[in-house]
C-alpha cells in the first residue's frame, strides 16, 4: 500500500500504488529503480520549477508595461499630479510673485489680504501663505459685520488665556482628569468644547464651523483632536495659541458613542439630572463634563442639546465633548436664546459658512502650493472657469460604485447647457475638423477664440474624459474653447489617508476659485467648496432608476450648507412640527427634502 503524501506543492513525493500484472523482484533491484525514479522525479521537478521561475520573471516584466499602458490610455486626457512638496526656491516668495499680467489670478480683483476684517496682522507669512493670499483668487461677495469682527477678536483673546499651555487649561485639565463634579455656583471664564474629529474632510469643515459658532455663542475655548491630520491640512486659526489639544489630554475620544453613559442623551433618558445617581445635581453640584451625541444617529433625548432649557443647564458645565458629522447651524438659529446674538452677528443670514469658514481654515503650504501650480497652469488664462462638483451615489453591497454611469453624464450636460453655464455642442458636419483647425491655430498663436477652462472633481476621470470628447468630436456653437480638467481620481473615498484628505482640500479650494459651480446634491464636499466661494450653485438633484432628473439641475437658494438631520421637535409646544416652516431665513434644503438651511429672504 502507498502511504499518505507529506507534500504540499509539485516538487515533493506524491502517494504511488504498485502497477498491476508487474513481478515484483528482489529487493536490492527494487532499490535500484526506486533511485531511478526518484532520480528521474527530481529532474521533473527542477525543470518544473525553473518553468515556474522563467513564468513569474515574465510576469515581472510584462505586467508593469501592461499597467503602465493602461494608466496612459485611462489618463490621456489632460491630467494633474498633485504635488504637495513647494520647491524650496519659492520660501522667499509667493508662486504669483513671477506671474505675468495674463497669469495673475484675478487682475479686477480688488486684494483685501484680511477678508473684510476676518482675519488680523502678526501671523508668520512663509508659515502659512494661504492665510493673506487666498482672497487674490475669489472676490467674496459679502462683507463680515463690524459685530462680528469684534466677536473674534473676543474669541481670539478668549483663546489666547484659556488654550494650551496656560495656566488655565492646566488647573482645567487637571479637574476634567480627577472626574470630580464642580459646585453649580463655581464661576470661570474658562469653559471649553472638545470636538471629537471622525469624518471626511467635506464633514470635517462643515463640522468644525458649526462647533466654532456655538463655542462663540457660548463663550467657550474650542479645541479639537490632535491626531486627526488637522495640523496636516490646516495653519492654525488662532494668533498665539493652539486649537489643538496637547498629547497628554486625560480623555480617550475612542470611547465616546451614542451608548456613552457620559452623553447628554443618556443622562437625560436615565434621569441623572435629580434622579439620585451619581450625575445627578445633588448638592447643587455639576460634572465634570457631558458628551454631546451629535451624529447622524442621534436619537430624541440627543437632539434636546437644540432647545432653550437644556442650552441654559449645559452652559454651567465646564467642559463639552462633542462628536457630529454635520452642518447643525441651521437648528441653533431656533433656538431663541440664539436668535439676537445671530443677528448681529450675521445680519445677512446665509453668510455664516462662508465668512467662519474664510476666518478658520488655511490650507497648510503644501496644500496651497498645490492648488496655486494647478490654478496657475490650467485655470488662470480661461475667459470663465466652471466648477463641476461629481459625487456618485450608487453601491453594490458595501461597495461604492462610481460608474461608468451614462445617465449622470447626461445630467451634468444637460444641467451645464441648460443653464448657459456650457456652449451647446453644434452637430454640423464638419465641427470637429473645425475644432482641430482651431486648435492649430491656438498653438500658432492667432487664435482670438474665449475659452472656458472646466474643473471637475470626482473620484473616477471618466466623466470629464467624456465631457472632453464631446467638445473635441463636436464644436461649441459659438466657437468657444473648452477645456476639461481634473486633478484627481482616487476611484474611493478614504477619508483616514492624509495624502487623500490634502488632494480633496486643494480640490475644495480650486472649486472655491471658479465662477460658477454646479454640486451634486447631498454632497458636504460640494457644500464646502461653494460656502468658501460665496456662491450659489446649480445643484444636481439624486437620480432615481438610473434616469436623469427633470429637471437635471436646481439653483440653490443660498450659498449655505444643508443641516442633513435636523430635528423636528418644537422644544416649546413639546410636539413634532415642521421647523422648515417657523421662521422665514430657516427653509427645507432643495437637494435633501428633510433637511435645513438658512436662507436670506432678501436674496430670495
Known sequence: MGRPSNSHGGGGDEERLPLRGVLETSPSHHAAVQAKDKEARRGGSRLWRASVRAGLLLCLLTVPAVLLLLWWQADSSPQWVFDFEPPEEDDDQDIQDDMSDDLSPSPQIEYDRLLGGLLVEGFDDKSCRSRYRFARYHSSPSIPSPYLIERLRKQEALQKKCGPGTRAYREASKQLKSGQSMSINATDDCNYLFLIIHAGLGNRMLEITSAFLYALLTNRILLLDRYKEIADLFCEPFPGTSWLVPSDFPLNDDEFGQSSAESYGNMLQNKAFGGGTDRSLVGNRLPPYVYLHLDGNYGFHDKLFFCEDDQ????????????????????????????????????????????????????????????????????????????????????????????????????????????????????????????RNNRTAAGSGTRNNRTI??????????????????????????????????????????????????????????????????????????????????????????????VTPDPPCVRAMSIEPCFHQAPFYDCKARKDTDLGKVVPYVRHCEDVSWGLKIVDQTHL
Not at 496655486?372 to 470663465?384: D, I, M, Q, W
Not at 453624464?409 to 455642442?425: D, G, M, T, V, W
Not at 464644436?475 to 476611484?491: I, K, L, N, T
Open 453 to 546: 477652462a472646466v474643473l471637475t472633481t470626482s473620484l473616477s476621470a471618466w466623466y470629464s474624459e467624456q465631457i472632453q470628447e464631446k467638445y473635441d468630436e463636436q464644436s461649441a456653437v459659438d466657437g468657444v474653447s473648452v477645456r476639461v480638467f481634473q486633478p484627481s481620481h482616487e476611484e474611493y473615498q478614504r477619508s483616514r489617508n492624509k495624502g487623500h484628505n490634502m488632494k480633496a482640500l486643494a480640490e475644495i479650494y480650486l472649486l472655491s476659485m471658479t465662477d460658477v459651480l454646479i454640486t451634486s446634491g447631498f454632497s458636504t464636499f460640494g457644500y464646502a467648496a461653494q460656502g468658501l466661494a460665496g456662491l450659489k450653485p446649480w445643484i444636481m438633484l439624486k437620480s432615481e432608476n438610473h
Open 312 to 435: 441654559q443647564f449645559l452652559r454651567g458645565v465646564p467642559w463639552l465633548v462633542m462628536r457630529t458629522d454635520m452642518y447643525f447651524v441651521p437648528s441653533l438659529f431656533l433656538v431663541p436664546a440664539f436668535q439676537d446674538e445671530l443677528g448681529r452677528l450675521f445680519p445677512e443670514k446665509d453668510t455664516v459658512f462662508h465668512h467662519l469658514a474664510r476666518y478658520l481654515f488655511h490650507p497648510t503650504n503644501g496644500v496651497w502650493y498645490s492648488v496655486t501650480r494647478c490654478f496657475r497652469s490650467y485655470l488662470a488664462k480661461a475667459e470663465k472657469r466652471v466648477g463641476i462638483q461629481i459625487r456618485i451615489y450608487e453601491t453594490k453591497g458595501i461597495l461604492q460604485r462610481n460608474g461608468p454611469f451614462p445617465h449622470i453624464l447626461n445630467q451634468i450636460l444637460s444641467c451645464a447647457q441648460n443653464e448657459k453655464l456650457l456652449p451647446e455642442i453644434s452637430m454640423a458636419e464638419g465641427a470637429a475638423d473645425g475644432t
